[in-house]
Antibody
Framework: QVQLQESGPRLVKPSGTLSLTCAVSGASVSTTHWWSWVRQSPGTGLEWIGEVYQSGTSNYNPSLKGRVTISIDKSKNQFSLMLNSVTAADTAVYYC????????????WGQGTLVTVSS | QSALTQPASVSGSPGQSITISCAGTSSDVGSYGSVSWYQQHPGKAPKLIIYKVDYRPSGVSNRFSGSKSGNRASLTISGLQAEDEADYYCCSYAGGYTHYVFGTGTRVTVL
């Protein structure tokens, strides 16, 4: 059974860079799946951030493009999110997940981590 | 790309059936058979309950069912139970530039 665990700083200063890592266990990131990030601002809905494949190919939400980078580290079986030039609007619970490419759905989710942007 | 439109709230009594709609466009729901539904209890991560419009993952109750017609998808919960009280989100693949779009979310209340 695949398990995903987010980690990283919980507090980021405005204009800084948000960095999170998702450690994957029970499965290899070097499979025919995409690995994604989704966020949820307090009291609001889910927002797809982007995804990365084992080859390093990535796709991003157009609304975040230019600020977001998702990368993969096959040697550590993990993938990462970097979001720069953050503002208070980027305060959210960030989830990592495994995307089943053939059906384009997230079948496994991390527990989520709240990242607050504040000085 | 705008979020898919869902009703803000739906309620029902135990044992009843309810249906949650998810309105998209010809660029997302209407074009792809990749609609999924997620259940989210307060403070918890989303859980996949329906994928590829009407498939149920192993372990998900058969009281949950999905369908799609045109640009609109639907989730039906039959035999409503107290444990079904949660937020529900639809999601659709939307093609090369946008990739994925989520619905606005629906709060289900069991009366």
């Amino acid at each position: 059974q695949v398990q995903l665990q987010e980690s990283g700083p919980r507090l980021v200063k405005p204009s800084g860079t948000l960095s999170l890592t998702c450690a994957v266990s029970g499965a290899s990131v070097s499979t025919t799946h995409w690995w994604s990030w989704v966020r949820q601002s307090p009291g609001t809905g889910l927002e797809w951030i982007g995804e990365v494949y084992q080859s390093g190919t990535s796709n991003y939400n157009p609304s975040l493009k230019g600020r977001v980078t998702i990368s993969i580290d096959k040697s550590k079986n993990q993938f990462s999110l970097m979001l720069n030039s953050v503002t208070a609007a980027d305060t959210a619970v960030y989830y990592c997940g495994r995307v089943v490419g053939s059906g384009s759905y997230v079948d496994s989710w991390g527990q989520g981590t709240l990242v607050t942007v504040s000085s | 790309q705008s979020a898919l439109t869902q009703p803000a709230s739906v309620s029902g009594s135990p044992g009843q059936s309810i249906t949650i709609s998810c309105a998209g466009t010809s660029s997302d729901v209407g074009s792809y058979g990749s609609v999924s539904w997620y259940q989210q209890h307060p403070g918890k991560a989303p859980k996949l309950i329906i994928y590829k419009v009407d498939y149920r993952p192993s372990g998900v109750s058969n009281r949950f069912s999905g369908s799609k017609s045109g640009n609109r998808a639907s989730l039906t919960i039959s035999g409503l139970q107290a444990e079904d009280e949660a937020d529900y989100y639809c999601c659709s693949y939307a093609g090369g530039y946008t990739h994925y779009v989520f619905g606005t979310g629906t709060r289900v209340t069991v009366l």
